[in-house]
C-alpha cells in the first residue's frame, strides 16, 4: 500500500511539474527562457546535496512523513528538457490557430500541445514510475516509522538480514 501510494503521488506529480515547465520554455516567445534554462540545467549537472535537503525537509517537518519521500522527486530536470523539446517539434501555427480562436494558454496546451506529443508523454511515464519505483533512499533516509516503509525497503532490509546470517554462518 505504501509503494503504491508514493508510485501513483509522485508520478502524478512529476508528471504535473514537468508538462507545467516545459510548456513555457518550449516557446519562442518567452522571454525569460534561456535564464530558466540554464537554471535548470545547473541543477540537473550540480545537485544541492543530500544534507541541504534533509535540512529543508527537517525545516518544514516533512521528516518522517510520506511528502518528504514524495516531494524528493516532484522534478526531473531530464525528462522536462524531453518534453520541451517535444513541444518545439509541434507546428507553433497550430498554437497560433488556437490562439486567433480564443483559446488560453492553459487550452492551448491541454487541447493543442498534450494530444500531439502522447508518445513522448509516455515514455516519460514510464521513466517516473521506473524510477519511483527502484527507489528506497529518500525512503530509508526521511522514513522512520517501519509501518510507512515502501516495498523496496521492506526488501532491502530482508536481504541485508539475510546476508548477516549468511556472514554469521561463514565465521563459526
Known amino acids: 500500500k505504501n509503494t503504491m501510494i ?3 503521488a509522485q508520478t502524478s506529480i512529476e ?3 514537468t508538462v507545467l515547465c516545459a510548456y513555457p520554455l518550449s516557446k519562442s516567445t518567452y522571454r525569460r527562457k534561456k ?3 540554464v537554471i535548470f540545467f545547473i541543477t540537473m549537472m550540480f545537485g544541492a546535496g543530500l544534507v541541504p535537503s534533509f535540512l529543508i525537509k527537517s525545516k518544514l517537518g516533512l521528516v518522517g512523513s510520506r511528502w518528504a519521500v514524495i516531494l524528493s522527486g516532484c522534478l526531473s530536470v531530464y525528462n522536462m528538457l524531453i518534453v520541451r523539446t517535444a513541444f518545439v517539434s509541434v507546428p507553433k501555427e497550430l498554437f497560433e490557430a ?3 480562436d480564443g483559446a488560453s494558454h492553459f487550452k492551448c496546451l491541454t487541447k493543442v500541445g498534450l ?3 502522447k508518445a513522448t ?3 516519460i511515464l514510464l521513466y517516473s514510475l521506473v524510477n519511483s519505483w527502484n527507489e528506497y533512499f529518500n525512503s530509508m533516509i526521511y522514513l522512520r516509522d517501519k509501518a510507512k516503509y515502501p516495498l523496496q525497503l ?3 532490509t530482508i536481504l541485508l538480514g539475510s546476508q548477516s546470517l549468511d556472514m554469521e554462518n561463514v565465521s563459526s
Do not use: D, K, N
Request: aromatic share 4%; net charge neutral; no cysteine.
Open 154 to 156: 521492506i526488501l532491502r
Open 6 to 8: 508514493v508510485l501513483v
Open 98 to 100: 488556437a490562439e486567433i
Open 35 to 37: 535564464y530558466l534554462t
Open 15 to 17: 508528471m504535473a511539474m
Open 121 to 123: 508523454l509516455s515514455v
Open 115 to 117: 494530444p500531439l506529443i
